[in-house]
Every structure is written in C-alpha cells, then in structure tokens.
C-alpha cells in the first residue's frame, strides 16, 4: 500500500535551530517525493521535489531507500519558516498521496 | 493566470442540505485533483481526473460523494446530504500532464465547508 507518513504534528523551534522535519513512506515501485508547504493565508504550494536534488529557502532533502525516508532538513531556521510541511508521493500512476502534515513552529 | 479557482471560499450550511464545489483548474492542465484537509487526517485525496476522466475515486467517502468534471475548465464535487463530519477544507488542484510523476500541482484557496 501506498502511504506517506509525517510522526509530528506539531515541530517548535527556536530560531537558529537546525530543523528535521520526518516523513516515511511506504510504496512497492520507485518513489518521486516532495515536500509542500503552506504559509499563513498562502495557497498549497510545492517546495522541492527529490529529483531535482535543489536547496530552496536553504531546505534540503534526501532520499534515503534504505530507511524508506524523505526527512526535510534546514540548518538554521527562521521565523519565517513557520508553516505547514506536508510530505507527498508520487505513484506510477499520477496520484499524489500527502501525509499528515506538521506543523512548524519558528520561535523567536 | 489567476491560478486554480475554487468557489465559494466559505460555505456554511445544514446538515441534511446538498453541498456543491467548484473548481476551475489552470488553462491547459490535463489532471485535476480534489482533497480534503482536515487536522485528523491532514491532506487526502478524494479524487482526480485525467483528461476528464474520473481515473481514481478511492479516496471518495461515501456514497454521498460525488464529483464530475464535464469539461477541461470545470469540475465540482457535490455532497448529498451534508453531514457535520464532512467539515473541513476541501482543495482543488491541477496539474500540466497526465504521466509526468514529477510535476508539481498547482492548488486552489480552498473552500472552507462548515455543516452545522
């Protein structure tokens, strides 16, 4: 079965801290996996894919088979990194699966 | 482009009562897909279209579900009757191709859907 996991629904940081945010996923084929974000009153909106191998807004993630995790990582975080952080897969048939989402919170 | 369209931004209504969304994807996209937003159970696929083909409705609830798409523009997901549980953010998306695992959906503001 195909299925995204995020285990926290709610990450609080200071701000400067590293930040992880942790995703799963379970799925037979190869993976395509992404990360999306929504800011405050800001439309679903996608952040990177993993086979584009970019950094934006200094987030990075990497694919890890073994492990089967996508986890989303920024060295220093700022406030206004503070959003919604959903994980989604993508199946070989075009459906695009999220988890359930955490929530990031950047203090100051 | 002024994105993905969906109306209303709020619909607050009574139990029992039909419910319809909108959604007007973005010109030229070929898939579209509707989820469900909710704190529980974060972001779910309820259905999506290729080329205006219903291709995969598993995510649909229930019966009382429906959604139709009857042209490239245009696609609603109707609720009949409405129940409390079915409040929640509901999102249109839609997307360039139709077999492209790495493209990006574009999203809607969402409706917000309150059954009284």
């Known amino acids: 079965a195909q299925r995204v996991t995020q285990p926290e629904k709610l990450l609080s940081v200071f701000k400067g801290a590293p930040v992880e945010l942790k995703c799963n996923y379970s799925?037979?084929?190869?993976?395509?996996l992404f990360w999306y974000v929504q800011y405050s009153r800001q439309r679903l909106q996608l952040l990177l894919r993993h086979i584009s191998r970019e950094s934006i807004k200094g987030f990075t993630a990497d694919l890890n088979k073994g492990e089967t995790s996508f986890h989303l990582k920024k060295p220093f975080a700022q406030e206004e990194d503070s959003a919604m952080y959903y994980c989604?897969?993508?199946?070989?048939?075009?459906?695009?699966?999220f988890g359930q989402g955490t929530t990031l919170q950047v203090k100051p | 482009d002024a994105g993905v369209i969906q109306s209303p931004r709020h619909e607050v209504t009574e139990m029992g009562q039909e419910v319809t969304l909108r959604c007007k994807p973005i010109?030229?996209?070929?898939?579209l897909f509707w989820y469900r937003q909710t704190m529980m159970r974060g972001l779910e696929l309820l259905i999506y279209f290729n080329n205006n083909v219903p291709i995969d409705d598993s995510g649909m609830p229930e019966d009382r579900f429906s959604a139709k798409m009857p042209n490239a523009s245009f696609s609603t997901l109707k609720i009949q009757p409405s129940e409390p549980r079915d409040s929640a953010v509901y999102f249109c998306?839609?997307?360039?191709?139709?077999?492209?695992?790495?493209?990006?959906?574009?999203f809607g503001s969402g409706t917000q859907l309150s059954v009284l």
């Open positions: 998306a839609s997307s360039p191709g139709t077999h492209f695992r790495d493209e990006k959906l574009f």
């Open positions: 799925y037979s084929g190869s993976p395509e």
């Open positions: 989604a897969l993508s199946s070989n048939t075009g459906k695009l699966i």
């Open positions: 010109s030229g996209h070929n898939s």
